[in-house]
């Protein structure tokens, strides 16, 4: 796995509530009993521990859930990243909900680099996330710690913080939450600078339990229903909202092959058509990513 400073993005995940039971998800939504909301307090530290990072090769601080934009504090969240950090080294992953188009002047003034996927469509897919790697049948000991180093995931993606606590994986860290796994490290600046070695510990607390890197079936995230493990049924069965909705599948933990692409990410059609609902448009940036834009003319409902 990778040094954390070398991520393109660390992403502060202000709160699992969600508009969407996604199949899968990654941050776990429709699985607590009572949604997490980041408090005012953790999020300027968590804000304040980041100083510095983004000069680190371009990277971006991000804000992600969940839903962020159902975060009450959402306004103010936005004003103190103002304060920190310039537009350009700020991200904002997002379903736009209908209902928080009044939030389109922060979005604007705040976040260079915008991530929009409402997941309404057929072609996304998502790992099973439940699947504990350790219950998948046919890998030997050697075999699943290759895969669970190689996660394209961490490789790929972000280290994160969820509330007191800061993750070498955006996944562990919702997993961490979820099950009550004692990981992670203090909110303190310069966190983010440790090396693989560092975090060795936390790899074999939290990967145990995530299928994410495992060799299996994706699934289609509109069809709502998370692929589980046995054993984690059993951890789960009795406080997880969306197992007793019965929107679940107990996996028969067979590896196979799926080299489907998980979205069409380069879709800024899509993503427009979006961004329109709030009076905005988007326009692709260096980093591959998307700025938001305000219409000068807009009423709400165009």
Known sequence: MRHLADACTIQIDTTNQCINRCSNCHHLCGHHEKPYFMTMDQFRRAADSLEGYPAIGKGIVGVIGGEPLLHNDFAEQCEYLRSMFPPEELGLWSCFPKGKEHYREDIVSTFGNIFINSHERNDILHCPTLVASGEVRGLEDWHRDYIVDKCWLQESWSPSIVGDRAYFCETAGCLGLLLGIDGGWAVEPGWWKRATKEFTDDINKHCHFCGVAMPLMKRISTEGIDDISPAMFERLKDTSP?????????????????????????????????????????????????????????????
């Not at 709030?278 to 591959?288: A, C, I, T, V």
Request: aromatic share 14%.
């Open 242 to 302: 969306k197992i007793k909705a019965g929107k679940y599948q107990i996996h028969d933990l067979i590896p196979c092959n799926d080299n489907r692409q998980m979205a069409t990410y380069k879709d800024v059609d899509y993503r427009n058509g979006i961004a329109k609902r709030y009076g905005m448009f988007l326009s692709q940036n260096d980093k591959k990513y998307l700025t938001p834009h305000l219409f000068k003319k807009w009423e709400k409902g165009e």
